[in-house]
């Protein structure tokens, strides 16, 4: 079997977490199974694939294009996991990333016809955004929020470690009537709650290649679009204390980035801090928002004197001002640890084109 399925779902819902867990688990309990990281970054290491490295998974990575736009090396991708004997491959697309049904689903079912076995398109949620939908606010975001669910042969809600058993039952059955053509799951990639109904689901499930009207490319899109920066560092540290904290740095920096963009007026839906020492011991801390608090996500297990990090972030906030955040964030937080930085890769863009 050559499944191939395509996660997506918006910034932060937990792909990256339910990829790796899913793997994992899909290795251990069925076949073996792989993941590819996919998000825009010119010639970078992604974050997220760092980490499915550091955490010991089957992983790949595509940057610099959204895997819409790029079936040559995504097919040469999948290739060769399924020549190394993977069963079951999965990739997700940009957080922001609207529009891979199309692109993606039917644009490898007419460009190779039966190569690859296409599982249920499936859509990753998170309790905060389904509350945000059901209250019927207001967002910048929510053509993006609505869109994503709407391509959705699966729709699988992340987190549920968050809510209890009533909570839980209200978000899925709220998922369910409103996009009633998806399968919905209630998982946890953090306690594995779940971890099996999705392995079957994508096991046994096929991909419907429904045709949704989602607007694509219409004012919508573009004006969501058009608010969206990412940012994108990769340095190395050299430490000159022993008593070094690198989960305490990274954690000081998701806070100064924090106060930055709400004192801009701005949003940061995900920025990602990873870092790691030469012997493999790493941190990760996660800044999801300017009004949640910061999560440290793997701490490390000792000072450290040399440290690799990659930060990569996407912000409704302009280019420039997002730069000048991070960037000063990077420099002024270093300097009373006393590091030594050496800057490898930094890029700062717009996603709307
Ligand atoms: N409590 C809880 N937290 C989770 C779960 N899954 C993921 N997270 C946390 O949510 C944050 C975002 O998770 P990611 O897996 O990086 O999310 P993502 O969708 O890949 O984000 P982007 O790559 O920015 O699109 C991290 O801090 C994770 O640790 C979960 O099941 N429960
Ligand atoms: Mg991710």
């Known amino acids: 079997m050559k499944k191939f399925v395509v996660f997506s779902g918006f910034l932060g819902s937990g792909k990256t977490t339910t990829m790796m867990a899913l793997t994992k688990y899909y290795t251990g309990h069925f076949a073996p ?11 970078v290491t992604l974050a ?3 980490l499915a490295l550091l955490s010991g998974c089957d992983a790949a990575e595509i940057t610099d294009q959204c895997i819409c736009y790029c079936h040559d090396v ?5 290739d060769r996991a399924f020549a190394a004997g993977c069963e079951l491959v999965v990739s997700d697309i940009p957080g922001f990333g609207v529009g891979a049904l199309e692109h993606v689903y039917h644009g490898l ?5 039966g190569v690859y076995e296409l599982g249920p398109f499936t859509v990753l949620v998170e309790p905060d955004t389904v509350e945000l939908l059901r209250s019927g606010a207001d967002s910048d975001l929510n053509y993006i929020y609505h869109t994503q669910l709407a391509e959705a042969d699966l729709i699988v809600l992340n987190k549920c470690d968050l809510l209890d058993a009533p909570q839980q039952e209200a978000d899925r059955a709220w998922l369910a009537e409103h996009y009633p053509e998806a399968q919905v799951l209630a998982i946890s990639a953090k306690t594995l709650q779940g971890m099996e109904a999705l392995s ?3 096991k046994t499930g096929t991909a419907s290649l429904r045709r949704p009207d989602i607007g694509y490319g219409g004012a919508e899109f573009r004006a969501a679009m ?5 940012y994108y560092i990769q340095y190395r540290a050299l430490v000159c204390c022993n008593d070094f904290d690198g989960t305490a740095y990274l954690e000081d920096m998701a806070k100064r980035v924090q ?19 030469p012997e493999g011991d790493y941190g990760k801390v996660d ?5 949640r608090p910061i999560e440290i996500t793997h701490a490390f297990g000792r000072p450290c004197t040399e440290l690799a990090v990659i930060l990569n972030a996407s912000a409704a906030c302009p280019g420039k001002t997002l730069d000048g955040i991070i960037t000063g964030a990077v420099e002024e937080v270093s300097r009373p640890y006393q590091l030594e930085l050496t800057i490898f890769k930094k890029d700062c863009f717009g996603m709307g084109g």
Do not use: F, V
């Open 33 to 43: 199974a792989s993941m590819i990281s996919n998000d825009l970054g010119n010639g």
């Open 48 to 50: 997220d694939h760092r």
């Open 74 to 78: 995504l097919t040469d991708k999948l």
């Open 109 to 113: 079912t007419e460009e190779l016809p």
């Open 200 to 202: 079957l689901a994508l």
């Open 226 to 230: 058009g608010k969206l920066s990412g």
């Open 259 to 277: 106060a930055g963009i709400a004192a801009a007026g701005c949003e940061i839906p995900h920025m990602k801090l990873l870092a790691w020492e």
């Open 287 to 291: 800044l999801l928002g300017t009004s």
